[in-house]
């Protein structure tokens, strides 16, 4: 009985510890290139962890996408990361976990202020589905130009790396 009593004790502990966690995993997003403010001075990087990121201002885009149908996308205004970052330059090369990668104009973060997503209808993305980090662009009040071929290409989902150049 007291084994029992115990065993309760410990599941009931343990269960309050994962519906605690906000997150199955954790993950970082790196920044390097023309960047002037550092996490990692001896390597020119700056690294926000997962946590860094759910603390920042959240931002949203409602939108459909190529892959997805209209959903409310939630994370990290990218404007405000390159803000942190200090970033200079002119492009921004997103990395994603699968080596693909992709080149867009830092101009098109004024156009049309995108997220770097990391909920998508008030879940968390996992990496089977888009996550840990989606580039998402408002495609459905964007205008036309958002939904082509050159613009599908750039919302790159599964990133952990920007270069900017």
């Known amino acids: ?14 269960a309050a510890l994962v519906i605690s ?10 920044i390097t290139g023309n960047i002037s403010k550092f996490t990692d001075e001896e390597n020119h990087r700056y690294i926000f962890t997962d946590q860094q990121l759910f ?5 949203s885009i409602t939108t459909s996408t190529s892959w997805t149908p209209k959903e409310k996308f939630e994370g990290v205004a990218l404007a405000e990361l390159l803000t942190t970052v200090g970033a200079k330059g002119t492009t921004m090369t997103f990395y994603a976990l699968n080596d693909y ?21 008030g879940t968390l993305l996992k990496i089977r589905n888009f996550g840990p980090l989606f580039l998402i662009y408002p495609r459905d009040t964007g205008g036309n130009e958002l939904n082509s071929p050159l613009y599908n290409s750039r919302f790159i989902w599964q990133i952990n790396r920007i270069v900017i150049k």
């Open 1 to 14: 009985m007291m084994f029992t009593r115990l065993l309760n004790v410990i599941t009931l502990a343990f």
């Open 21 to 30: 966690q906000p997150y199955a995993f954790s993950f970082t997003l790196e």
């Open 55 to 59: 603390a920042m201002p959240v931002q």
């Open 101 to 121: 990668y992709i080149d867009i104009p830092i101009t098109d973060v004024d156009k049309y202020r995108m997220i770097l997503a990391y909920k998508m209808g």
